[in-house]
């Protein structure tokens, strides 16, 4: 399983309400002399983005008597990626979509199909990380819908209070911190999954914001053949991970242990750390409400320090292409306004359920807000970001996670690791057609 951040999709069409909604526009003289303008928003079919989708459209057009939109979905993944392009190639895409992304969204050639947007009244709301990932040297084309989610370590804060633990800054502080929970003998100090073998991976795909920290152009060089994971700084998460194995600090059934577990023993106490996305709160609030405010969350520590920052997966944005013009350019603009005014951030907040930080100041997250979400909140306030791999480069091999159940469960060192699976990306990149592969 990939760790994007796949967009949401899906085969809905707004029909009988958007209908209706014009027809009671019309009637009642709205809009421009009674006139008018219908465009078409294209989104994924996945819950709950579908229905945030249709609740947007909804108030939108509530709000704006002279403009009916249809909600249309397509299938995610693969499929919805050719969909998205053969639109594009062909110039039947919808007048506003819902899409990845950084890389992704490099993928559709923004600057020769998509509008500009960074004169709209919003662009300037955009946290840095947001803006690189919808933009190119030429432009702004993306507006976020949704929030953020976080690789991190999620925390068992009463242990810590038992223990009087601190939360870690480095890897020698956070280490330390998994032998005072093993020498207590009540919780295993780290949670791995191997059973859901993605989850596997965040040793090595949350610990990028501290290579970004230590090589500002390791993607962008990786990218390029330049950079590899058997060198420094990357090769150290397989060595974290090869590490924390040796010591001794995974729960016992860690080879047949599912996400569900590890959401578990998490809530409960049976761990202490889960290196994990934090959209796993969400599992935590569902499963075992009672014991959500028990839960934190910290950066995967660097060696040092001054390096450690949150590696963040960006949410994805509302575009527009270059195909829509006019008086629909102008209402698939103010459509794009509406999803980050008031009523857009409530829709947000209350059906889509915030993950992590917003990538907008228009936008807050709830007062009551998890402990996870305000500890998250705080990498970003104190500037201690920085996007995930994917976001900044295509090239992502098949064969992590097979890779890091392996070096975590000590059959293959950390090394040879790293070293595979520069030979894992190299066929990737190939296939993608990248230069100086």
Wanted: overall charge negative; proline content about 5%.
């Amino acid at each position: 399983m990939s760790m994007r951040l796949g967009a949401r999709k899906g085969s809905v069409v707004l029909a009988a309400a958007a209908l209706v909604a014009g027809m009671a526009a019309c009637s009642s003289g709205g809009g421009s002399g009674g006139d008018q303008v219908e465009i078409t928003f294209l989104t994924q079919n996945g819950e709950p983005g579908a229905t945030a989708a249709q609740e947007l459209v909804d108030a939108f057009m509530a709000a704006n008597e002279d403009v009916v939109v249809n909600l249309e979905t397509q299938p995610p993944g693969a499929e919805g990626d050719n969909l998205m392009k053969t639109k594009l190639a062909t110039g039947e895409m919808a007048d506003v979509f819902h899409y990845n992304s950084g890389s992704l969204l490099q993928a559709l050639n923004p600057d020769q199909n998509l509008v500009d947007l960074s004169d709209q009244e919003w662009a300037d709301s955009l946290v840095e990380d947001m803006r690189t990932v919808v933009s190119t040297d030429n432009g702004m084309y993306g507006a976020p819908w949704g929030t953020t989610q976080a690789g991190a370590v999620m925390y068992n804060k009463p242990i810590y209070e038992e223990l009087g633990l601190e939360v870690p800054t480095d890897w020698a502080g956070f280490m330390a911190n998994n032998q005072a929970i093993l020498d207590a003998g009540t919780a295993a100090p780290i949670i791995q999954t191997y059973g859901d073998t993605w989850t596997s991976q965040l040793f090595v795909l949350a610990d990028f914001a501290n290579v970004t920290a230590q090589d500002p152009d390791w993607a962008a060089e990786y990218t390029a053949h330049n950079r590899f994971y058997a060198d420094q700084p990357a090769l150290q998460a397989f060595e974290n991970q090869q590490e924390a194995f040796e010591a001794g600090y995974f729960n016992e059934d860690f080879a047949s242990a599912l996400y569900d577990d590890g959401i578990r023993m998490l809530a409960t106490g049976e761990g202490a750390h889960y290196p994990i996305l934090t959209g796993a709160g969400a599992a935590v609030a569902q499963n075992y409400p009672d014991n959500l405010q028990d839960i934190g969350v910290f950066a995967l520590p660097a060696q040092d320090a001054a390096d450690t920052r949150l590696t963040v997966w960006l949410p994805n944005a509302m575009y527009i292409p270059n195909t829509t013009e006019g008086e629909e350019l102008e209402a698939a603009q103010r459509f794009i306004a509406f999803a980050l005014s008031e009523e857009g951030c409530r829709i947000q907040n209350e059906v889509l359920v915030p993950s992590g930080p917003f990538t907008t100041d228009l936008c807050e997250l709830p007062e009551d807000a998890a402990p996870t979400l305000t500890d998250v909140q705080t990498y970003f306030d104190a500037g201690l970001t920085s996007p995930a791999l994917e976001f900044l480069s295509p090239i992502k091999g098949p064969s992590l996670e097979q890779i890091t159940v392996e070096v975590g469960s000590g059959i293959r060192p950390a090394a040879d690791g790293a070293a595979l699976y520069d030979v894992d990306v190299e066929k990737q990149a190939q296939q993608l057609g990248l230069e100086g592969w």
